[in-house]
């Protein structure tokens, strides 16, 4: 009884992949990603060349949305398409993945899970933005209270380890063309496809890296146990231009970014799930 249960769940989740509706709602999804890292990729390259005022992550994105006419609109849209791509990569974390086999089939629904968890933050940031609910706390940081926990710095460590691999993984990723494995078959052939993939190389390296940092300072805040050193995407691109050559490795930084979410309208239009 258990197994025609589990059985008929998981072809009610093979069919539910393999919709139409799911399939529009996934490519209107990463457009809406795209945009979101080009915005960044434009805060990002600001700082750069000397504006400090906005905040290269995805919140200051929805604030950047949130300014424009029918800034709350689009974003609603932001939160709705993010809904989408949460909802199909829990659908691979619960059922997907059934071509892989043993340990690998797990890992790559935890992969799916982690993306989901990254979908729906930007979400929240967006519904956040949309809801004028965004304001900055000034309450202890999470990073703070995490570490007054029994053991909170070794989990502060853990937790930055866990985004410096994750960051590492994009990096390879980018550079194997592990990638092109999300294009179907026209989006990797021809002069086009080149380009995409070019695309896509830059972007996933220039992703990574930026994540890698993020992880960083987590691990440096755990050690030093000064919670206020650890931050998210702002507070690492604002690192990267207190560095030696500072604002040329930030816009090369910023270039990459923007090259991801022109990867991810690439991807809309050549999906390959």
């Not at 960051?167 to 496809?193: I, P, W, Y």
């Not at 507070?235 to 990867?263: D, K």
Request: some cysteine; glycine content about 14%.
């Amino acid at each position: 009884m258990t197994d025609r249960a589990g059985s008929a769940a998981e072809q009610m989740g093979q069919q539910a992949q393999e919709s139409d509706w799911l399939d529009k709602a996934i490519r209107v999804g990463l457009i809406c990603y795209g945009v979101v890292h080009l915005l960044i990729a434009w805060l990002a390259f600001q700082l750069a060349i000397g504006d400090h005022e906005g905040k290269p992550s995805a919140e200051g994105a929805m604030q950047q949305v949130a300014e424009q006419p029918m800034g709350e609109v689009l974003l609603w849209a932001i939160a709705i398409g993010m809904f989408f791509l949460v909802l199909w990569r829990l659908l691979e974390a619960v059922l997907g993945h059934r071509d892989e086999e043993g340990a690998k089939r797990w890992w790559k629904r935890a992969d799916s899970l982690v993306k989901a968890i990254i979908y729906g933050s930007v979400g929240y940031i967006a519904l956040q933005v949309a809801l004028h609910a965004g304001g900055s706390s000034k309450g202890r940081s999470n990073t703070a209270k995490l570490m007054d926990q029994p053991f909170g710095q070794w989990l502060v460590g853990l937790i930055g380890l866990g985004v410096v691999v994750y960051g590492a993984n994009l990096v390879r990723r980018g550079l194997s063309e592990k990638f092109k494995e999300h294009l179907d078959a026209e989006g990797k052939s021809g002069e086009t496809g080149k380009w995409y993939v070019r695309l896509g190389k830059v972007g996933y390296v220039a992703k990574g890296i930026a994540i890698a940092i993020v992880g960083g300072l987590f691990i440096y805040a755990a050690i030093e146990h000064e919670p206020q050193k650890s931050g998210g995407l702002d507070v690492a691109l604002r690192t990267v231009l207190e560095q030696p050559f500072g604002p040329l490795l930030l816009g090369a930084i910023a270039i990459g970014i923007g090259c991801y979410g022109v990867f991810c309208f690439a991807r809309a239009r050549h999906l390959s799930k």
